[in-house]
């Protein structure tokens, strides 16, 4: 006899023999995923940071996501340029260089730091037995930069120095571009740089505390170093997060799987998720678009400055 609850059950089954089926359209489309992230720290380090929690998406997704590690930040935009990466890891003005440039892609989430933000700090540090106590006395001296691209190790710096009517290029007697946080830290340390441009979450957390972790912080005769020996000459206004984002072109289902799979990893794959931080991060946030207009006005901004110069 059918009945009701009959009905019910069988339109229940329906909807979820049809939900399969669209979930195997996609992945007919996508039998593996590209996660490509941008190289923060040095390559062999950011292999081993994500990598884990790339085979967590992997299990949560469905599909095989393969981890590329960029050269440089342009890689990455250019990686989602050309659809050959659906996942990325941006620094907040490498995700604005990719919209300004055209690129189609959907801001998911960012990381919640243990001190409740969703954001950091661009700093400046000089070695503390120089003579540099303020940002003044490093006029004609060596930075490095970390990457064109890169928010705190390049355009965070050239925007507020900028607003206070120093550029860059003419303050600064050389600047170099170290290709990643950890070389412009190393940089300063080694003694190759006079002062190095850099990301700053808190005391406890920055690329300061991450060498020590690793056991990296050395000068340049290979005797260890510790916070002590560091000076901030320099710290930003507060700047958002960079976000994990995909695709915009991914199929809305997709889409919100992948999310989800970010929003849950603190509980699935604590472990996995932890190494993303050193433990130093409690959650991913979501986060929109809107939310990096004034990165996009800054980048704007140093494009003019350029230009003009």
Not at 47 to 72: C, H, M, Q, W
Request: no cysteine.
């Amino acid at each position: 006899m059918i009945n009701r609850r009959s009905l019910i059950a069988a339109a229940a089954a329906l909807t979820l023999t049809a939900g399969a089926a669209h979930a195997q359209e996609w992945k007919k489309q996508f039998p593996e995923l590209t996660f490509a992230v941008i190289p923060a720290e040095n390559a062999s380090a950011t292999t081993d940071i994500y990598t884990p929690f790339a085979e967590y998406l992997s299990k949560e997704i469905g599909v095989p996501v393969k981890l590329r590690i960029a050269n440089d930040y342009a890689a990455v935009i250019e990686a989602q340029r050309t659809g050959s990466a659906q996942i990325a890891f941006y620094g907040p003005a490498s995700y604005a260089r990719a919209v300004l440039t055209g690129v189609k892609v959907d801001p998911l989430v960012v990381q919640r730091h243990n001190t409740g933000l969703t954001g950091y700090y661009s700093v400046i540090w000089v070695r503390a037995d120089s003579p540099y106590k303020e940002l003044k006395d490093l006029k004609g001296k060596t930075i490095a930069l970390v990457d064109p691209n890169s928010t705190s190790g390049n355009q965070a710096p050239r925007y507020f120095l900028n607003k206070e009517g120093a550029s860059v290029d003419s303050f600064f007697g050389k600047s170099v571009y170290a290709g990643s946080h950890d070389n412009a830290v190393l940089a300063v340390a080694q003694g190759t740089a006079d002062a190095a441009a850099n990301a700053w979450n808190s005391e406890t957390d920055n690329y300061l505390t991450r060498l020590l972790a690793r056991g990296l912080l050395k000068n340049a005769e290979g005797k260890p170093l510790t916070e002590k020996d560091f000076r901030i000459v320099f710290k930003s206004d507060f700047l958002p997060e960079g976000p994990f984002a995909v695709l915009d072109s991914l199929p809305a289902d997709l889409k919100a799987k992948i999310k989800q799979a970010f929003l849950d990893a603190p509980k699935k794959d604590k472990a996995a998720f932890d190494k993303l931080s050193g433990g130093k991060d409690i959650e991913f946030s979501p986060i929109t678009a809107k939310d990096y207009d004034g990165i996009i006005g800054m980048v704007k901004y140093n494009d003019d400055q350029r230009k003009r110069s």
